[in-house]
């Protein structure tokens, strides 16, 4: 009877173990992926590039609004 009794103690607390265990890995497989496609951000539109890029200086307000009329069309 002591052999029951230690199986079934080890068989719940190993399947919480195993279910821990396989998210953990899931999870990590998940973060990995998401790094290394930079797929985990947000994804910008062409309005807010150009707004960023208006906003930092690389273009000018001429360049500015004849790239944002392009882009209204």
């Known amino acids: ?6 199986g079934h103690m080890f068989g719940l ?7 821990v265990f396989w998210a953990a ?3 990590s497989i998940v973060w990995v992926i998401q790094s290394f496609t930079g ?7 062409a309005m807010d590039i ?7 200086g ?9 790239k944002k009329k392009d882009l209204e069309k």
């Not at 607390?13 to 279910?19: A, D, R």
């Open 1 to 6: 009877m002591g052999n029951y009794y230690y």
């Open 13 to 19: 607390g190993g399947g919480m173990f195993m279910l």
């Open 25 to 27: 890995i899931i999870f």
């Open 39 to 45: 797929s985990g951000g947000k994804t910008n539109s």
């Open 50 to 56: 150009l707004k960023e890029r208006y906003a930092k």
């Open 58 to 66: 690389e273009i000018n307000k001429e360049e500015f609004e004849a």
